[in-house]
Nanobody
Framework: QVRLVESGGGLVQAGGSLRLSCVSS????????MGWYRQAPGKQRELVAR???????YYANSVKGRFTISRDNAKNTVYLQMNSLEPEDTAVYFC???????????WGQGTQVTVSS
């Protein structure tokens, strides 16, 4: 099984920055897409950013221009650079690895990001 471990969360003031890391126990070279999701208390889990194997990226409208997803295949790691953080960004952030054609998905256990005003 693939295991994903997130790190880099914490408490930060509004306007500050954090960089989240997700390390996979397996190679991410053949992964169809690596993504970051977040879930705030009482809300649905939402896709924040996605990095496809062909280099394509996707960002939720709420984070465009502030967040950047990147990957280091040699280190089996995906990153989420978060700048200009807002209190609305407060959530648990989860790493996701999606495989095709099997359709298998793997999830990390999440890392807490708290942005204070």
């Amino acid at each position: 099984q693939v295991r994903l471990v997130e790190s880099g969360g914490g408490l930060v003031q509004a306007g500050g920055s954090l960089r989240l890391s997700c390390v996979s126990s397996g190679s991410i070279f053949s992964v169809y897409a690596m993504g970051w999701y977040r879930q705030a208390p009482g809300k649905q889990r939402e896709l924040v950013a996605r990095s496809a194997s062909d280099g394509g990226t996707y960002y939720a409208n709420s984070v465009k221009g502030r967040f950047t997803i990147s990957r280091d295949n040699a280190k089996n790691t995906v990153y989420l650079q978060m700048n200009s953080l807002e209190p609305e960004d407060t959530a648990v952030y989860f790493c996701n690895a999606a495989y095709r054609p099997t359709g298998l998905d793997y999830w990390g256990q999440g890392t807490q990001v708290t942005v204070s005003s």
